[in-house]
């Protein structure tokens, strides 16, 4: 069983949360954060930029995954380059070869 979508989704998730709180401030739009979003989010469905099908995860509505990739485009690129490691560290941490190993123990012994 494939957990990296899942785990993916979560760490998106909560960035775009945490980055959406910071949108209005003081009961203010921030409208650097909005423009940024939307510059992001344009530039995102303009050029078919969509980071989960690049990762083989098939959004059911189109441009979903166009308008989340252009949120985290908006983030910048220390965040998106963060969000890679983090995500790398979860493929490739000491969780996840146990759960590898474990899953190939199961298909050899089967």
């Not at 979508?5 to 909005?34: D, K």
């Not at 510059?39 to 979903?64: K, Q």
Request: aromatic share 10%; hydrophobic share 50%.
């Amino acid at each position: 069983m494939n957990f990296m979508p899942i785990l993916l989704m979560a760490v998106v998730v909560e960035g775009l949360i945490t980055y959406l709180q910071h949108l209005i401030q003081n009961h203010h739009l921030c409208w650097q954060m909005a423009l940024s979003i939307g510059i992001g989010v344009f530039c995102a469905v303009v050029y078919r930029i969509d980071l989960f099908e690049m990762l083989g995860l098939e959004a059911s509505l189109p441009y979903v995954g166009s308008v989340l990739t252009g949120v985290l485009i908006s983030r910048g690129s220390n965040y998106l380059f963060d969000l890679i490691k983090q995500f790398g560290s979860i493929v490739n941490g000491p969780a996840a070869q146990t759960i590898k190993a474990k899953a190939n123990s199961t298909t050899t012994a089967n």
